[in-house]
């Protein structure tokens, strides 16, 4: 037994050489040298950053197996870093947009960029994945017709649980409660939101009852903006798979029966005004991704297809960013990283063959190390 | 025209041992009414059977003798009428065809039959044929004794004197060989290497040719024996003396064909060798791969790169070809593929993507190739639905009652 750990010990020393991580964890450090390269996140962060969503989830489950949370560092990532460092945040917010093929790494572009976010000092509003909003209709899904908006619909308890997202991920931002409402909101008539209370209060009314959910978020989105026009805070949009918006309709249907318009929700219209690019001291990241586009087999990746042309429209001036396969290099990196992990095991040749079969498409290459 | 028609098909079937008068007399008619030169023809093979009116003069003929006379003169006569049936409706087909009858190969004949009689049967044997009356009716021996009753043959009494006539020159040949060798020690020479026999590219008959070649009947057991003489007689190292009588009881081998026949690869516009494989067929898929070298391990396949095929299992059925050589990364794959679904299809391409890369690769990768199964095509399809249950083998439900 004492062998057989000397053994995988020695296994493990001798193969860290090669380089496959680099001990950068601070993403604006980062630069193109380590591309291609894995840097580990601490856990406490990872758990507050991504603990309601914003990890993939076979990835999720991979991060369990290795018992450590690594993100390569890629291209597309450094690009947007580079492009936000050299920013002038009294311009109205950029609008980044993220395509790719199925299973290239968008959501863990994201990922990575949140950390980049948090260590910066961002304000995050973040959207997981809106297609858990629009398209998954669960047991417990709850529908609500607007009490403030005539004609639209809410999904309150998906509100509340982004809340809970939104609070967790902006912890240490909200404690120090230097960002305060505006003005007075009243909600109903014994509970209101008096002007100059902190954010925080305002997010745990909507938590807490989780009738109003819908409209504290509207309100949140508007006060953010308010706040970051007036420079009290820089803030980090991230959505994921935006063009989910813009779908000719999603899976809810009312208690009669009427399938729902994504514009016919409420939460749609706030994260719609959101992303309008009518406010300063801000970042803008959003993906599009065929798997939120509903027609079953898609005939392109690219974003004009993917967001119709209302989306496109509507997000117009943007910076179009692609994330593409693994190149050479990362894909030998991952290789060798897989290996150190014992995810993946056998002789030297086992590279090239993986390496044709997958397409260097790093989904792809993932799970078929699974079995290997 | 109907009656022609009505003769060929008689011919085509082959089995009316008796036409009736009427046909016959008109068949007469038109034979002498076409040419000399087809009668004279008759007329000699009319010659090769055996003389029967003289042979019947004599008085002391035997009751055995008599009814095998009579049986031979009958089938005499059935192939007499079956040659010249056949002669004329050979000249009324090429008629029918528009082509002249006195070049009129068997080879047109086999032509004009399936043209005229096209037929789907699976099995090419019980397609409409018209062959001359001698392959039709299988060989049957001529008389192998006089009209005293004396047999011809000084095996006759063995039962199968061809066999035995066989075993007998073999192992005639085996002491002529021993004597030969004697003489050979006793001049002190030695014997030349290059002279030996080449056995490789040629099988003895199975016992069923042995059959036919003798026209006789053999049981297993000296079928065995057959082989164990003439194993003996190739054995010796001067058997090449008697080449002659031994390839007379072998068959060459026809197989070994792909081995020969690898194309050499053609230069495209760039200066790259590069190969095309056409008719890679799998299942409903057909399509083509052409194979460039060097390349840089790029494969497209209907325009698109290695993602055209979404499962993993196709993907590697393309790539294994390439993955067994090691060949990769120094070949370009190109591919157009229609037809089936993603199994077929990878197939195809498989097989394509291994029959171009012979060319690339050497002999002994070859062989290793045709052992691990890539060269060899898979010529299974979709078997169709039978009426009365509920797929091509599934059986309905047993139920009692």
Aim: proline share 5%; glycine share 4%; aromatic share 10%.
């Amino acid at each position: 037994m004492l062998s057989r750990n000397l053994r995988i010990a020695c296994r493990r020393y001798s193969q860290s050489v090669t380089t496959f991580r680099t001990s950068e964890i601070s993403p604006a450090q980062q630069n193109s040298n380590q591309i291609g390269l894995f840097y580990t996140l601490d856990n406490d962060l990872c758990k507050q950053l991504y603990g309601h969503g914003g990890l993939p989830k076979c990835f999720l489950k991979q991060t369990k197996t290795f018992t450590e949370t690594t993100f390569m560092i890629r291209q597309p990532a450094l690009e947007i870093i580079e492009c936000i460092k050299a920013t002038d945040f009294n311009k109205p917010a950029i609008r980044y947009v993220l395509h790719g093929e199925e299973g290239t790494g968008k959501s863990m572009t994201i990922a990575h960029l949140l950390h980049y976010a948090h260590q910066e000092g961002f304000l995050i509003i973040h959207v997981p994945w809106v297609s858990n909003w629009l398209r998954r209709v669960s047991r417990y899904k709850e529908m609500a017709n607007s009490l403030t908006k005539e004609g639209f619909v809410d999904i309150p308890l998906d509100a509340a649980a982004w809340l809970l997202h939104f609070k967790t991920q902006n912890q240490h931002l909200l404690k120090s409660g230097e960002l305060k409402v505006s003005k007075d909101y009243e909600w109903s008539k014994r509970e209101k939101t008096p002007a100059g209370s902190t954010l925080l209060e305002l997010i745990e009314h909507g938590i807490v009852r989780v009738k109003y959910a819908c409209d504290v978020v509207d309100t949140l989105l508007h006060e953010v903006k308010l706040l970051s026009n007036t420079k009290q805070c820089k803030t980090f949009v991230a959505i994921d798979g935006y063009n989910g918006f813009f779908n000719p309709l999603t899976n809810l249907h009312t208690p009669t029966k009427k399938k729902v318009a994504p514009e016919e929700v409420t939460l749609t219209a706030s994260f719609l005004e959101l992303t309008k690019n009518d406010w300063t001291n801000g970042v803008m990241l959003l993906s599009t991704d065929a798997i939120a586009h509903p027609e079953y087999e898609q005939e392109s990746y690219l974003p004009k297809y993917l967001l119709y042309r209302k989306g496109f429209d509507h997000i117009d001036p943007f910076v179009p960013i692609e994330v593409s396969n693994y190149t050479e290099k990362e894909f030998m990196t991952c290789a060798s990283y897989y290996r150190d992990r014992l995810w993946l095991r056998g002789s030297p040749d086992i590279e090239k063959e993986l390496k044709i079969t997958s397409a260097h498409n790093p989904y792809r290459f993932m799970e078929l190390c699974a079995p290997l | 025209m109907s009656r022609i028609l009505q003769l060929s098909l008689r011919h085509i079937n082959s089995v009316t041992k008796y036409p009736n008068q009427a046909t016959n007399e008109l068949l007469k008619n038109c034979a002498r009414a076409n040419s000399n030169k087809t009668r004279t023809n008759s007329d000699d093979l009319f010659q090769e059977f055996t003389d029967w009116e003289t042979l019947n003069k004599k008085k002391t003929v035997s009751k055995a003798m008599k009814a095998y006379l009579e049986r031979a003169r009958e089938h005499d006569d059935f192939m007499k009428k079956q040659e010249f049936e056949f002669t004329v409706g050979k000249r009324h087909l090429a008629n029918m065809m528009g082509e002249d009858p006195e070049t009129f190969t068997q080879k047109d004949v086999d032509r004009a039959i399936e043209y005229l009689f096209p037929s789907g049967i699976y099995d090419p044997a019980a397609r409409p044929l018209m062959k001359p009356p001698e392959e039709v009716f299988p060989a049957r021996k001529a008389a192998e004794f006089d009209e005293a009753g004396r047999p011809h043959h000084f095996l006759f009494y063995t039962g199968r004197p061809n066999f035995f006539k066989l075993l007998y020159d073999a192992s005639e040949h085996i002491q002529n060989i021993y004597k030969f060798e004697d003489k050979v020690i006793r001049k002190k020479a030695i014997p030349d290497p290059n002279a030996k026999l080449e056995l490789t590219s040629s099988v003895w008959y199975s016992k069923e040719e042995l059959e036919q070649h003798l026209v006789e009947n053999i049981t297993e057991l000296e079928y065995e024996n057959f082989k164990l003489v003439m194993e003996r007689l190739v054995s010796l190292p001067y058997s090449y003396r008697s080449k002659e009588f031994i390839e007379k009881v072998r068959k060459p081998i026809a197989s070994q064909k792909f081995a020969l026949e690898i194309p050499k690869p053609s230069y495209d516009e760039e200066g790259r060798e590069y190969i095309t494989t056409y008719e890679c067929l799998r299942k409903k898929a057909r399509g083509d791969v052409t194979i460039r070298s060097p390349g840089s391990g790029k494969i497209t396949i209907n325009g698109k790169d290695i993602t055209y095929f979404a499962d993993t299992q196709s993907r590697e059925q393309v790539t294994f070809p390439l993955l067994f050589t090691g060949m990769e990364d120094r070949v370009d794959v190109e591919c157009n593929i229609e037809g089936g679904g993603p199994s077929g299809q990878a197939g195809a391409i498989r097989w394509g993507i291994a029959w171009g890369l012979r060319s690339f690769v050497d002999k002994s990768m070859i062989d290793s190739m045709q052992v691990a199964g890539l060269l060899t095509r898979d010529p299974r399809k979709r078997e169709r639905k039978k009426p009365g249950q509920p797929g091509a083998r599934k059986k309905p439900t047993w139920k009692r009652r």
